[in-house]
């Protein structure tokens, strides 16, 4: 029976096997691919009105982030099928026929051995080794101790504030701030504060960028001690950490420390975290 | 010499203080044990809630088939309670023989509390006994009425006993100022150490989880007698439980979120360490984990509502929508799943340029997160709603208007959520934790206010055919399972972020664990023990259910009783 191409986009089963190649074109490459060309196309409109090129950025998805996607929409699709009676009797009509017809034997022979290949080629792909170094779950943010030592002193975290903040004068701390960053941090951190200094790219985990999903979230104590302390501060727990940040505190004065987290702040344009009135966050 | 000093005394608050538990160890035999018994107590808690309720509305409605259904809920709790306190006491003679120093320390300071406990454990087992022995004996006039106040009462005094158990462990996260290893300061009572920061936010999280758990339970109990029933009278009855315990559990499972929120906020307010280990630190994936399976929860909730409009006629009319909202829960299920700092090989790192994907980062902050749960919130909701409109026909004259109002409702909470969500990217953080406020406000304030039309709405509302219980596939009846796995399974690794933010200690900065199980558990290591106690706990549920059955069965043979069932479909 010749059947033409409504039939099948009206068929749930192959509405479902289209649902599922869109799903993972746009999890593979529209991610990737769509924000930077919505801002090129957007910019058309934007620059011939003085407003700037639009970036709007992105990159390819990793592999664990595909699987989750496509997971879930196999899950959505199970149950867009299954939902309604006369729909899923329909959905398991071409299963069933491939199981049962004689007219389809070839077919079904062809899948009986392909199947388990894909399944033994996946078995491989997972088994076979690899010069990566193992991907694991990373912890981003340690937990602030209560209290640390910094040159010796005791310091309470929580009773912790920039004294820059109500001494002096703002802008100065800014100027110093930057100075102490382009001599230390840049290699690393890089000239944007991206995270992508010279040095970036071999470091795993990379360094982090600075901006509303990282200080943003967190009070200038918190970043004080995390410079201070650097890597080998890190807290026992969620090791290794595998930091290359060195403990500043043996480098830099108190006074550079909290005036690189003025121009830190200044620079990213984000306010810092603060405790609450109740003291909480 | 101060490493000698600290070996020395290391050794000093060692030695006596642990016991050994072969094979698997003091921590697994304890966590076990703490577990199971958890789970049954949070069962036999949550179940007498919804048991008076719907004793009540029996009573009221004079409908003798919630009187039945009350009393099958019951039924399971005598069972049920049994193994709560089997576990209850193998949980006690773990912590007395294999941690006898952080026993000691608890029993010094909660000592009276406990003696309590135990006399309300004792008022609470035999009011459950004359709870459900004298249900047929006070059947009828005001006995009915005392039989009711004495399944209040069971509720008073379970929830009672919970919050003097709450006491204890919330006194292990967030112990009074000034408590030692010793003890506590004289100024502290026994009462301040009991109401700590920690416990009143405990208390109400867990009497909703109590009822979202025994709603799951209590479905699946349903889900399984549907599938094993052998009669359409049968099928019919237990078809109706399990839409009540899905009910149950999906209407209270919607306001939990916030009482978690605010038991959060009062870890952070505590103590910001343990705060950050929670949310942002060594647990923080557990959040990516409970998104997933808290969307599994929306989605087994909304597939069984939308299978369910099958068999109430005149809800085809809505049909057309479920792939829309599909849509929506499943997009918003993708965002709140979507972690912050994803899972890369050093060569996808290299490509995305840093630690976090440029485009989906955007996806693993709270202001999206926030914004999918919102409107998932508000879609299952909806689904509610076209659930409990399907077989009405509106009589009164604004209908039109009505619907529409409700509409408007849902729109503006949408665009509320939605505005908030974006607008929450360009402010600083202190200002968007604001925002989930509003977010939370608008959700609230539209189920409140639909509900609250929808009653007038639907008076006098003419039916377009009973609703043909018994007539679900039955593939319908494991997403009731689901519920009750997904959401077991999820209490037990939440109940593990919560006690694993201790790290290494007993109570938190106040008693040190020295034990050779000091560290704290991989997440592989916790999600397998967790899994374990869910195994161990459904099995032993699977075995009451179907001691229920057996009781049931004996008993109907003795007994027949027609006529207390929903009417089972006929013909087609």
């Known amino acids: ?281 | 010499m101060t490493e000698l000093l600290l070996l020395v005394q290391a050794a000093a608050d060692t030695t006596g203080a642990y016991g050994h538990f072969p094979l698997i160890g003091a921590r697994a035999a304890v966590w076990i044990a703490a577990e199971v018994h958890l789970m049954f107590a949070a069962f036999v808690l949550g179940v007498p809630m919804f048991a008076v309720i719907t004793e009540l509305i029996g009573i009221v409605g004079k409908d003798p088939k919630y009187d039945k259904l009350s009393k099958e809920f019951t039924r399971l709790l005598v069972f049920a309670y049994s193994a709560t306190a089997l576990w209850g006491a193998v949980l006690v003679f773990f912590l007395t023989t294999l941690y006898p120093r952080f026993w000691g320390h608890l029993t010094q300071i909660f000592g009276l509390s406990m003696w309590i406990y135990v006399g309300l454990f004792f008022a609470e087992s035999f009011t459950l006994y004359l709870y459900y022995y004298g249900w047929d004996r006070w059947n009828a006039g005001r006995s009915k009425w005392f039989h009711w106040s004495l399944g209040v009462l069971l509720n008073v005094w379970g929830t009672i006993v919970m919050f003097i158990a709450n006491g204890w462990l919330t006194y292990m996260m967030s112990p009074p100022e000034g408590a030692t290893a010793q003890g506590l300061p004289p100024e502290v009572t026994m009462w301040g150490a009991i109401a700590n920061a920690t416990w009143m936010p405990i208390n109400i999280h867990r009497l909703l989880g109590n009822a979202v758990f025994g709603g799951t339970v209590a479905a699946a109990y349903a889900a399984y007698r549907f599938l094993a029933s052998k009669t359409p009278e049968e099928r019919a009855h237990y078809d109706w439980m399990g839409y009540v315990g899905n009910f149950i559990a999906i209407s209270v499972f919607i306001v939990l979120p916030f009482a978690g929120y605010w038991l959060g906020r009062e870890i952070y307010a505590y103590d910001q360490s343990m705060g950050i280990t929670m949310m942002g630190g060594f647990m923080s994936w557990l959040w990516v984990v409970q998104a997933v399976l808290i969307g599994v929860l929306f989605l087994a909730a909304n597939y069984y509502l939308w299978i369910g409009m099958q068999r109430i006629p005149g809800a085809e009319r809505f049909t057309p929508y479920t792939k829309w909202m599909l849509l929506v829960l499943v997009v918003c299920w993708i965002v709140w799943a979507t972690p912050h700092t994803l899972i890369v090989t050093r060569e996808e790192q290299a490509a995305m340029g840093g630690q976090f994907h440029p485009f989906l980062d955007v996806l693993g902050v709270m202001s999206a997160k926030n914004t999918a749960v919102n409107l998932m919130i508000l879609t299952t909701f909806l689904s509610f709603l076209l659930y409990r409109r399907g077989n009405k026909r509106l009589t009164v004259e604004w209908a039109r208007q009505g619907t529409m109002v409700q509409g408007a409702m849902f729109v503006i909470a949408a665009v509320v959520v939605v505005f908030f969500g974006i607008y929450g990217y360009f402010v600083p953080d202190t200002v968007r934790i604001g925002f989930s406020v509003y977010q939370v406000l608008s959700v609230l304030a539209c189920i409140v206010g639909v509900t609250v039309v929808d009653l007038f709405l639907t008076r006098g509302a003419e039916s377009k055919g009973e609703i043909r219980w018994g007539q679900m596939p039955e593939r319908s009846q494991y997403a009731l399972f689901i519920l009750a796995v997904t959401f077991t399974w999820l209490m037990g690794l939440m109940g593990f972020a919560r006690s694993g933010i201790r790290q290494h200690w007993h109570v938190w900065q106040v008693l040190p664990d020295t034990s050779p199980y000091a560290s704290t558990p991989a997440l592989g290591y916790a999600a397998n023990m967790i899994s374990l106690c869910v195994i161990v706990f459904l099995g032993l549920v699977a075995f009451i259910f179907w001691l229920g059955g057996l009781a049931e069965r004996a008993f109907s043979k003795e007994q027949p009783a027609p006529g207390l069932s929903p009417q089972p479909a006929m013909g087609d």
């Open chain 1, 1 to 281: 029976m010749n059947r033409g191409a409504s039939y099948y986009l009206k068929h749930p089963f192959w509405q479902a096997v289209l649902v599922l190649l869109a799903s993972y074109v746009l999890v593979k490459w529209g991610i990737e691919y769509l924000p930077p060309a919505l801002g090129s196309l957007v910019s058309l409109i934007t620059e011939p009105l003085g407003l700037g090129r639009v970036n709007w950025p992105s990159a390819p998805v990793p592999r664990s982030i595909v699987v989750q996607y496509m997971l879930t929409v196999m899950v959505a699709i199970l149950i867009y099928v299954s939902e309604n009676e006369e729909r899923w009797r329909r959905f398991k009509e071409p299963i069933r026929a491939v199981m049962v017809e004689p007219s389809l034997k070839n077919l079904r022979v062809a899948l009986l051995i392909l199947f388990p290949v894909l399944v033994g080629w996946a078995t491989y792909q997972q088994a076979k080794g690899t010069v990566s170094a193992p991907v694991g779950l990373r912890t981003i943010h340690p937990a602030a101790p209560t209290q640390f030592t910094f040159r010796g002193r005791t310091v309470l975290l929580s009773e912790l504030s920039n004294p820059l903040r109500t001494t002096g004068s703002l802008e100065e701390h800014y100027r110093e701030g930057m100075r102490v960053y382009y001599q230390n941090c840049l290699p690393c951190h890089g000239d944007l504060l991206n995270g992508r200094g010279h040095f970036a790219h071999g470091f795993n985990p990379a360094p982090l960028p600075f901006d509303v999903s990282t200080i943003a979230q967190l009070s200038e104590a918190f970043v004080f001690w995390r410079i201070a302390k650097g890597g080998p501060g890190l807290p026992r727990e969620s090791q290794p950490w595998n930091s290359a940040m060195p403990a500043w505190e043996n480098i830099l004065t108190e006074e550079e420390i909290w005036s690189v987290i003025v121009f830190l702040y200044e620079q990213a344009g984000v306010e810092p975290r603060r405790l609450t009135e109740e003291g909480g966050h």
